[in-house]
């Protein structure tokens, strides 16, 4: 590399700051990449009893795993998931950073290693737990108005 190059590429550090890896990944992440992630809860899922103790189901056997919370988390359910950390005995961040996003589909929780790529396909609790409701449980069979007459005249 010659010196020009060099100072070329201390004058971008210096004005555009390091060249990051995965930015916008990070960002969606909570800071971390996507291969390192184990689970993810969005804001609406975090509201939702089931599947907080989803996330307290995946925490319990795996005190390896480290939480990280979006900082745009409304105080009592922040409360409740840096409880619900604190009884898995999983350690925790807050990521505060004002530019993540914070709509209802954004991510409110991540679950990952620190530093191990885990590769897991599927990361959302709403895929990886899926709940049932009574309807699915069995569909109602619908009868036509043919078979309602047919009833009728027998």
């Known amino acids: 590399m010659s010196g020009s190059d060099e100072l070329q590429n201390h004058m971008n550090k210096g004005m555009y700051g390091t060249p990051q ?14 291969e390192r992630v184990e ?3 969005t804001f609406e899922q ?9 996330l307290k189901q995946e925490l319990t056997p795996h005190p ?13 359910l922040l409360s409740e998931l840096m409880q619900l950390a604190q009884e898995a005995n999983v350690t925790f961040t807050c990521n505060t950073d004002q530019t993540l996003h ?3 589909k954004d991510l409110a929780v991540v679950v990952c290693d620190k ?12 895929k990886r737990y899926p709940k049932t409701t ?9 009868k036509s108005p043919l078979e309602c007459l047919h009833k009728l005249f027998e």
């Open 21 to 34: 890896l995965k930015p916008d990944e990070k960002r969606k992440y909570l800071g971390t990449f996507r």
């Open 39 to 41: 689970l993810t809860l």
């Open 64 to 76: 390896e795993l480290h939480v990280i919370i979006n900082g745009q988390v409304e105080n009592p």
């Open 115 to 126: 530093n191990t790529a885990l590769h897991v396909e599927e990361v959302d609790v709403a």
């Open 46 to 54: 975090i509201k939702d009893p089931e599947y907080l103790a989803d």
């Open 102 to 104: 914070h709509g209802p």
């Open 134 to 142: 009574k309807a699915e449980e069995k569909p109602e069979h619908k």
